[in-house]
């Protein structure tokens, strides 16, 4: 079975800099992807960024990157130039990549609360 | 294209009652997802539509969850005997394919007296 760990239940930012959030996985798939969805207050849940597990090069998405450690299983994701707008909840999911079977059923961390302070 | 929605936002009802959300997923969408919620966690999966057919069911969907996509358009999540620890937001998602973006919708959120 497939796990999401994401260690840091909080964090918090000055508007403007520059915040790592982390994210481990475990599994024994090798065709795989990642995401990073958020979840601002009181608001839906939306896709930040995704990462192809066959894909070496890291994804990035305007402020937005990822640092995919395959063989560590590890999966952080950097937000440059922080805004308010950012503050929200930040979660890491996992899906296995199944061809025809795949189910898309998305495996998700615990989150992060991010609070951007002005 | 308005997104996925669901309704209702929000329910308050007592133990024992039946509930029943619905969720109209993005219309040319064929895969459609029900997450729940608890407060301070991620959501866990219960249960996924490929068109009309369901088919996966987590161990969380116990016998008194129902859920259906007639005609693979909207779906329901029913809620039969509700209990206190059913209190939480069912989320809906729906992907054009099982690789794709899921895109998801604002949520239900239920509480159970």
């Known amino acids: 079975a497939q796990t999401v760990t994401q260690s840091q239940p909080e964090m918090s930012v000055q508007e403007a800099e520059t915040v790592t959030l982390s994210c481990t996985y475990d599994?024994?798939?090798?065709?795989?992807?990642l995401f990073w969805y958020k979840q601002p207050p009181s608001r839906q849940m939306i896709l930040v960024i995704r990462?192809?597990?066959?894909?070496?090069q890291n994804a990035t998405e305007n402020r937005f990157s990822v640092n995919f450690q395959k063989a560590a299983k590890s999966f952080s994701l950097k937000i440059s130039d922080s805004q308010l707008g950012d503050t929200a909840m930040y979660f890491c999911?996992?899906?296995?990549?199944?061809?025809?079977?795949?189910?898309?059923?998305?495996?998700f961390g615990q989150g992060t609360t991010l609070q951007v302070k002005p | 294209d308005t997104g996925v929605s669901q309704n209702p936002r929000h329910k308050i009802t007592k133990r024992g009652q039946n509930v029943t959300f619905r969720c109209d997923p993005i219309?040319?969408?064929?895969?459609l997802y029900w997450y729940r919620q608890t407060l301070g966690q991620g959501p866990e999966f219960l249960t996924y539509?490929?068109?009309?057919?369901?088919?996966?069911k987590s161990r969380l969907l116990s016998d008194r969850f129902s859920a259906e996509r007639p005609k693979g358009s909207f779906s329901t999540l029913e809620i039969q005997r509700t209990e206190q620890g059913d209190s939480a937001m069912y989320l809906c998602?729906?992907?054009?394919?099982?690789?794709?973006?899921?895109?998801f919708g604002p949520g239900t959120r239920l509480l159970v007296l």
């Open positions: 539509f490929q068109n009309e057919a369901q088919l996966e």
């Open positions: 998602a729906s992907s054009l394919l099982a690789a794709e973006t899921q895109y």
């Open positions: 999911a996992f899906m296995k990549e199944g061809g025809s079977s795949n189910t898309g059923k998305l495996i």
């Open positions: 599994t024994s798939e090798n065709n795989y992807y």
């Open positions: 219309s040319e969408h064929n895969r």
């Open positions: 990462q192809e597990a066959y894909k070496q």
